[in-house]
């Protein structure tokens, strides 16, 4: 019996392998994190630690371009870490140089992304503030 967080994951196998990742042309396409079917635990997991992530760093509409897809890096990496862990603790055997690979590119990542949360600037501009102030 696979332990819960994994006992999911064969739907997102079984629609790779059954050529989701394909256009009708038959060329490969790459999948993202929003293609991920949604009522699965790992993809529900990358979903709500990437919102939190972007909500720590000040939210998506403050990042580049190259953070965000660095934040999809975290995140993955993040998930994958997690499986890795919830393995081991079961009882699974988990190759330790494969963990420490992944836990390294996780700490490279999220080291340039920042450790700390960025304060989001909520200050509402004059015009907002006024039109606000008449609604009033």
Known sequence: MQPEHLSDTSTIEEQSAAGSSLKASGKARPLSLD???GRTL????????????LADLGGEEN???????LVDSVVMAAAML???????MTGEEV????????QN?????????????????ITPDL???LQKGEAA
């Open 35 to 37: 293609e991920l079917d």
């Open 82 to 88: 997690r499986d890795k862990g919830a393995r081991w």
């Open 127 to 129: 015009r907002r503030y």
């Open 105 to 121: 590119a996780f700490n490279r990542s999220a080291a340039s992304l920042g450790w700390r949360r960025r304060s989001k600037d």
């Open 95 to 102: 190759d330790a140089t494969e963990l420490c690979t992944l």
């Open 63 to 69: 990042l580049s371009t190259l953070e965000r897809v």
């Open 42 to 53: 790992v993809a529900r997991y990358v979903r709500q630690t990437r919102a939190e992530v």
